[in-house]
């Protein structure tokens, strides 16, 4: 019998993918800052980006930003491959700005809050959330 489920790819970004990881990204409702193609990995089913998530160098260490499943393929581990997959690029730190109710996902993979001695980028960023009453956290993940 045939399997009808399809199979989810993580791989490297191509320039093509350009406008469908900025979709992805303004559709969840993230910043769309700093959507360089060539950092970011996608989640790719027969052909269609269902996911997306980049690694952004600071000084003081790197981000993973703009992770996003599609919404049809929440819940299905898109989201999970894609920060295994991000984290493996990484020998160090790692820093992440999310919203306090996903805390509980990224410290599956090794991620605890923090309130200070994040990358100046990093704390600009998480600031201006603050000042604008966005229930974020930062979080660091060290190896």
């Known amino acids: 019998m045939p399997d009808n489920h399809a199979m ?61 499943a599609a919404k049809l393929h929440r819940g299905r581990g898109v989201a999970s491959s894609l920060v295994r997959t991000l984290i493996a690029q990484q020998a160090g730190p790692l820093y992440l700005i999310c919203r306090a109710p996903l805390r509980g996902f990224y410290a599956r993979f090794g991620f605890v809050e923090i309130d200070d001695g994040m990358p100046e980028a990093v704390r600009r960023k998480w600031a201006v959330a603050h000042f604008f009453r966005m229930p974020v956290i930062c979080m660091r993940r060290s190896v």
Not at 27 to 55: H, K, M, S, Y
Not at 56 to 61: D, E, L, N, T, V
């Open 8 to 68: 989810i790819q993580i791989r490297k970004a191509t320039a093509a993918e350009q406008s469908q990881i900025r979709a992805l990204v303004i559709g969840a409702g993230l910043l769309p800052t700093g959507l360089d193609w060539r950092r970011f990995f996608v989640a790719d089913e027969n052909g269609q980006i269902v996911g997306c998530g980049q690694i952004r160098s600071h000084a003081g260490g790197p981000e993973l930003s703009s992770l996003v």
